[in-house]
T-cell receptor, first 114, second 112 residues
Framework: DQQVKQNSPSLSVQEGRISILNCDYT??????FLWYKKYPAEGPTFLIS?????DKNEDGRFTVFLNKSAKHLSLHIVPSQPGDSAVYFC?????????????FGGGTRLMVKP | KAGVTQTPRYLIKTRGQQVTLSCSPI?????VSWYQQTPGQGLQFLFE???????NKGNFPGRFSGRQFSNSRSEMNVSTLELGDSALYLC???????????FGSGTQLSVL
């Protein structure tokens, strides 16, 4: 049973436009959410995170929105750049002394066309 | 500051063998976690170590084990390898549990 789902395996966006990546979760015990970016042959790189007490967190071109009632989060990238082309993973952590035990979604491959 | 270093980068083994993978965390980081990435199952948590103690363990069989040394370096071991163990094994470190994770580039294990 997948507790964190990214229903879009791929997304194609024109350079300069907005990229919106979505993530749904089922476990109500999750209280911290993260987005990672992964290039081929490299490990995931942390992008941005959000605590369940917030509904929005912004860092430069990246904004994460959390809708707890819908158990949904999204990552907005504005404006999108060709260098943003990568696989994006959302991840969640529980509030039960989970430490660095993260549950990842399956990933969304973002392609930003010049 | 050097990043998380994993060795070896690639590994080919046959069924039934055992394998040991190594991870050197970022200097000063005391928490080390291991993840398995496969095309079918995605990224799955294996275990986490902090100050040489296993803090959390994922849902993997006992053939998967790990340890952490006093210098925070970590190893994971897989015994009696199966074809399904073919995966990218990622190590990540953080200064403390619940802090941002920094991942290494991984060890690509192929079991033939």
């Amino acid at each position: 049973d997948q507790q964190v789902k990214q229903n879009s395996p791929s997304l194609s966006v024109q350079e300069g436009r907005i990229s919106i990546l979505n993530c749904d979760y089922t476990n109500s015990m999750f209280d911290y959410f993260l987005w990672y970016k992964k290039y081929p042959a490299e490990g995931p790189t942390f992008l941005i995170s959000i605590s369940s007490i917030k509904d929005k967190n912004e860092d430069g071109r990246f904004t994460v929105f959390l809708n707890k009632s819908a158990k949904h989060l999204s990552l907005h990238i504005v404006p999108s750049q060709p260098g943003d082309s990568a696989v994006y993973f959302c991840a969640a952590r529980g509030n039960n002394n989970a430490g660095n035990m993260l549950t990842f979604g399956g990933g969304t491959r973002l392609m930003v066309k010049p | 500051k050097a990043g998380v270093t994993q060795t070896p980068r690639y590994l080919i083994k046959t069924r039934g063998q055992q394998v040991t993978l190594s991870c050197s965390p970022i200097s000063g980081h005391r928490s080390v976690s291991w993840y398995q990435q496969t095309p079918g199952q995605g990224l799955q948590f294996l275990f986490e170590y902090f100050s040489e103690t296993q803090r959390n363990k994922g849902n993997f069989p006992g053939r998967f084990s790990g340890r952490q040394f006093s210098n925070s370096r970590s190893e994971m071991n897989v015994s009696t390898l199966e074809l399904g163990d073919s995966a990218l094994y990622l190590c990540a470190s953080s200064s403390d549990p619940n802090e941002k994770l920094f991942f290494g580039s991984g060890t690509q294990l192929s079991v033939l």
